[in-house]
C-alpha cells in the first residue's frame, strides 16, 4: 500500500541519515582520541606518576570505538538499503558491542577528571621533583619525568609551584633535601631567565620582588589541558551514544518489520 | 665634599684606639688616649684651622661616658610590609634597608652591624665594648646572640644608592672554622629573633637603634598531610553514568525482548497449535484454474462454466 510504502522509505532515510552522522561522528572521535594520546602539552608522565592514567586508558578505547562506529555505520547503510535481516542482525550485535565499549570510556574519562585535583599535583611535585635516592627503576623513570616536565612547565608558562612559589615554602619536599633554603627558596625556574636562560637579578628572585620571579601557579596550565581532554572524551562520546541509541531503537524496530 | 681623608677602618695599635689624622697636633695626641676629644675627632670639620682645633680640643675636654652608654636612635628595625614570598624563609628573613638613620650619629669610619639575638635573650644582650669582642655567627648556639652585616656607615646615608632590602642569613658560603669574618649565615633555628643596629667607631658603640619586634621564620609541614582526594563528587559523573546505564538498559532490556519473544514464538509453534500465542503463517500456492472437463454423473447442474463442484468437507491446511 501506499501510505506504508511511504512509511518504509521515510524510516529508511531517517535510518541512512542517523548511519551517516554516526559515520562522520565515529571519525572525529577517532582524531580527537589520537589528538589526546599524542599529548601535546606534555603532561603525560605526570599522570604517569599518580600510577592512574585512566582517561589515556579512555582515549585509547575512543580511538577503536571510533574506528568501529564508522564500519558500522557503512554496515548500517547497506544493510538498511538492501533491506537484508542478516546484514541487520549483524549490525545490531556489533553495535550493541561497541556501544558497551564507549559508555565504559566515557564514565571512566568523567569519573577521572574528578581525580585531577590540585593537592594531588602538588604532593607530587614535592615529593618527585629533583627527588635524589630512587627505589627502583619505576620510581626512577617517574622521577624524572616528573622533574623534566616540571622544569619545561616552569620555564614555557612562566609559573612557579602549583599554587605559588610559596609551596615551596610551606612544606618540605625532596628538593629542599638537597638544596638549602637559604640559596635556594624555590627552584631556579622560578626565577626570571634572560636569554641565555640565566636568571636576571638572583637576589631579587631569592627575595620574591616582583618581576624577577614567577609568582603565578602551574595548576592552570596543568588542569587545562587535561580537563580539555577529559572532557572531550566524555561528553562527545555521551552525545554520540545519545544519537546511537536512537538509531539502534530504529533499526530494532526496521528489522523486526522485515519480512521474511 | 663630605667624603672623610681618613681611611675606612681604625687601626688597632695595641691596647688604644687612635685615630690617624694629620690634624690632631702631637701635643693632642698624646693627651688621654682614650679621652673623648678622640670621639670629637669624628665630628671634625672641615674648613676648621690647625689653631681653631686646638683651642675645640682645649675647650671640650671633659669625664667620657661609659663605652656602652651609645645614643638610643628612635629607629625600629622591621621585615618589610611588602608581600614579598622570600621575605621571611625557614632560615633567612629580610629587613627594611635603614636610610638616613645613622647620619649625624657616625662617621664614615664607623661601621654598622646587625644584632641578631633570640628574643629571650634580647634583654640580657649588652654591647660589645670593642671590635675585637664582637660576637660572631658561630657564637649564636652559645651566646644566644651574634653579630653581622658589617658595614660601612657611608652605605646606610641618605644619598648612597642600594637595594632597598637586607638579606639576614643568605649566605652560604661563609662560617668556616675558626674565621674572624663576620658570617651572614643561615639561622639554624624559626626563633624568634629580634635585630638591632649598631654603629661602632674604632672603640667603642657609638649609637644603636631600638630592637625590633620578634620575627617568627617559616616552619615548613610535612607533604604528607596532603589530602589530594576530590573535595566533591562531580555532578558530571552522575549524570553521565546515570544515563548512559538507563540507555543501555533499555537497549538491553529491547533486544532481551525481542530474542525472548522470537525464542517464545518458535517454541509455541512446534506445539499442538491450538495455543493462543500460536500463530500460523500461510503460504500461498498458486492454484492454477481447472480446465472445464465433461460433467461426471451425480453431479449437480450449475451455471455453464463453471465446471462441476462436489460438495466435500475441507481438509486441513499443510501445517507450517
Redesign the interface.
Known sequence: MAKSNDGVRILQGLLVLGNVVIGMCGIALTAECIFFVSDPHGLYPLLEATENDDIYAAAWIGIFVGFALFALSILGIVGVIKSSRTLLLVY?ILM?IT??FE?AS??TA??H???L?P??F??QM??RYQKSETENNNDKWMTEGVTKTWNKLMLQNQCCGVR???DW?????AF?ATH????F?WPRNCCVMDAQGSPVNL?GC????PGY?N?NGCYDAISGPMNTHAWGV??FG?AI??WT?CV??GT?FYW?RIEY | MGASPFPLRCRLTGSSVVVISRALTPQARALHPHSPFQRLGSGFQRGSSRGGWDQRVTREVQPAPLPAGSALLPYVPRVPPAA????L????F?LERPCCVFDGHANASDTVWLVVAFANASAAFRNPPSQASVPLYEQLPTAHSYMTLETAAAAYACLAPS?A?L?V????ACGGQGSRDPCNG?LPSPGPYRVKFLVMGCHGPKAETRWSDPILL?T????ST??????R??S??VV??S???S??A??AA??LG?AGAAAWGSLCRQGSGTSAFARSSYRTHHIPPALPQPLPPGCTCSPPGLGCFVPRPPGPCPAE
Open positions: 545490531i550493541l556501544y558497551a559508555m566515557c564514565i568523567a569519573t577528571q574528578d581525580f585535583t593537592n594531588l602538588l604532593k614535592l615529593e605559588g612559589p610559596s615554602q610551606e612544606y618540605t619536599s629542599r638549602n633554603d637559604a640559596d627558596p637576589d631569592k627575595l620574591g620582588v620571579y609568582s566524555a561528553w555521551f551514544l545519545c541509541f539502534l531503537l530494532m523486526s | 614579598l614570598p622570600g621575605k624563609t625557614a632560615t633567612t629580610a637595594p632590602f638579606r642569613g643568605g649566605d652560604t643561615p617559616r615548613a609541614g610535612s607533604p596532603i589530602d589530594p582526594a576530590p573535595v563528587c562531580g558530571d559523573v553521565i553514568a544515563i548512559l546505564a540507555l543501555g533499555v537497549l529491547v533486544v525481542a
